[in-house]
């Protein structure tokens, strides 16, 4: 996304920028946002709705462009958005609740929209000593579980996913929705597996899978940190030769009919197991 | 639906009938249940794919129809079901993929896809002593959610989930599919609150909320069983009135930003909790 494309529309007494138009380009270009070639091409991903703005800008992410429904009540949080925005040189655009809700994809559009720089970084940039637990993610293919994975890490403290091999794209509208906020608190990493492997074998940290081929309760195992919970496809679970490489493979009880937990659910039942143990 | 709904079509050499066509009235129909006043008003839903199907039977229940592709292997599962649904007097019915994904609404259709009496029941009906755990849900909004609590249910031994106020329908075709089949295993009431509320008085039962207006931690109470487990609606949490009605308000650990995990996240990790103290 070219961030200094210039101006088609009015600009209001602010220095703002309106538009009012469906066929300007920029709309067109946030739009396709949605899509992950288009993201992956321009390295820019949309967020929705002043909570979760608000929660970016507290974390140290402002959007390099504002859209903002000119219909909005005036809030000090969108104020304080604005203000962050203008001192990082970013963009603010005025436009209709009409554009917004077909730039979001929603018939009920958020009051604001941001365009972010992707931050996604590389293995080799996580400091693994920061947290305790990391959640490490094989070829997950839902967005909703994926940020669902994602608000649980924030929640337990993790310092990230790790997405190892074809996973769904993190910073997809349906994931940025659903980490409610985590997608700017957590690390987001993505490595093939092999990648992986070599460097958490280049320092401390136990890797552990949950699978139906071990005896081991998951409370019967004493976690040490850095630990890196290893959660498989959704239909698949982990390969068997991923399995082989986990220092510990550990199950939960089941006591009905089936035999797996949807994988958001699994991912936090464990990461709180190995939360409860530090904390004790 | 009105199950002796009379052939259009042909019939094969084992009295199966084969539908061709879009227009047949019982494709329609069949669509139809896709959408919940459909869904209230003939008391039927829809469950897909063979797996799903072959839990149910096993638990006892066997589709009125039975929509089989033309295009799908022989496989002993299938002809289980189709016995099964012979001896219940069931209809069993051939048709195209094309027309399976239509009635679906799946681009890629499952090859055999049923059409079941619903069986939600009323509160009179459970003996709440047959389980440890029963989930209780408030004006949840989510499909996917009720479906993942439904199978996080199951996981756990719980009983069945109650559903309290305005939810979403557990017979939808999304939390159907997300139930991975827990739909049968878990029996499925919904009443409001002030009901639920003298049913559940009217007997044994510890009610646990999850608040953040409380600073128990969730692993420093004794569950007693039966257990309720009540989540609230997804983005509003439990109305302060229904707190006030619980036996015990308790609080999960939240390390990060976030001030709440996602309500099948959150109610899995209570649900764990519970079980573990009690398989202790």
Request: hydrophobic letters at 40%; a negative charge.
């Amino acid at each position: 996304m070219n961030t200094d494309f210039s101006a088609h529309g009015e600009v209001d007494a602010d220095g703002n920028r309106i538009i009012t138009g469906f066929s300007n380009p920029l709309v067109k270009q946030v739009r396709s946002l949605r899509e992950k070639k288009h993201r992956k091409r321009s390295g820019h991903f949309l967020a929705e709705g002043l909570r979760l703005l608000t929660e970016a800008r507290e974390e140290g992410y402002v959007p390099v462009m504002l859209f903002m429904s000119d219909s909005r009540d005036e809030h000090p949080l969108v104020s304080a958005l604005e203000n962050a925005v203008r001192e990082n040189d970013g963009q603010i655009i005025k436009t209709t609740r009409e554009i917004l809700s077909k730039m979001s994809g929603k018939d009920n559009p958020q009051t604001v929209l941001g365009v972010y720089r992707d931050h996604a970084i590389n293995l080799n940039d996580i400091d693994r000593h920061r947290a305790n637990i990391w959640l490490v993610a094989q070829s997950l293919r839902d967005p909703g579980n994926l940020g669902t994975i994602l608000r649980t890490g924030d929640a337990v403290g993790a310092g990230g996913l790790i997405l190892v091999d074809d996973c769904v794209d993190a910073f997809s509208v349906e994931a940025v929705r659903s980490s409610m906020g985590a997608i700017f608190t957590q690390k987001i990493v993505q490595a093939p597996w092999p990648e992986f492997l070599k460097w958490l074998r280049g320092g401390e940290g136990q890797l552990v899978g949950t699978s139906l081929n071990t005896d081991n309760d998951y409370q019967g195992v004493k976690y040490e940190a850095p630990t890196f919970l290893l959660i498989g496809n959704e239909a698949q679970g982990l390969p068997s030769d991923y399995e082989t490489e986990c220092d510990t493979l550990v199950k939960m009880p089941m006591m009905g009919k089936a035999d797996s937990l949807n994988a958001a659910v699994a991912t936090a039942v464990m990461a709180y197991e190995v939360l409860n143990q530090q904390r004790k």
